[in-house]
């Protein structure tokens, strides 16, 4: 199984690479990671709301274009509105979907979300939290929870829970 994230946005700070890298590099033994960063779209000093629809629309195509859809991959969309899983029901659907030869594709959209079109899409909608999170810590809170759900998969002795 292989799980690609595609994130909108490029040139983190070196605490969110840092933070990132070091996941990264657990994660791989059990699940090979790769990061596929996208250009954000050009966006005016104060946008209408009619520019922000535009900008999403925008970088979802280029999400969309991005997913192996002629492959068995799976997209799951990261999305304030979507499912909340706890880490145990995470790992769950990751085994899901390695026992059915399923990829994954792991959907960071940009600071103004997801167009719709790109939702529809989704195998699943996942919120990583209730809270509004900076949009480049979710990259570092989304390998944190790959690799404590991979974790839980190959009785590693990381994960703590129940």
């Known amino acids: 199984m292989r799980a690609r994230i595609l994130a909108v946005g490029n040139k983190m700070p070196n605490w969110v690479q840092s933070g990132f890298d070091e996941y990264y590099k657990r994660i791989q033994p059990m699940l090979s990671t790769e990061m596929v960063e996208l250009a954000a779209a050009k966006r005016a000093k104060n946008p209408s ?92 809170v989304l390998m944190e929870q790959l690799y404590r759900a991979m974790s839980i998969n190959h009785n590693h002795p990381y994960h703590r829970g129940n």
Do not use: C, F
């Open 49 to 140: 709301d009619a520019n922000l629809a535009q900008y999403r629309e925008q970088e979802s195509q280029a999400l969309l274009a991005a997913h192996s859809s002629a492959s068995r991959e799976q997209l799951w969309v990261l999305d304030v509105k979507g499912k909340m899983l706890s880490t145990e029901n995470l790992a769950v659907k990751l085994s899901a979907a390695m026992q059915q030869g399923d990829d994954i594709a792991l959907v960071i959209g940009g600071a103004d979300g997801v167009a719709p079109e790109l939702l529809a899409k989704a195998d699943m909608t996942w919120s990583l939290s209730a809270l509004t999170l900076p949009h480049p810590l979710v990259r570092v």
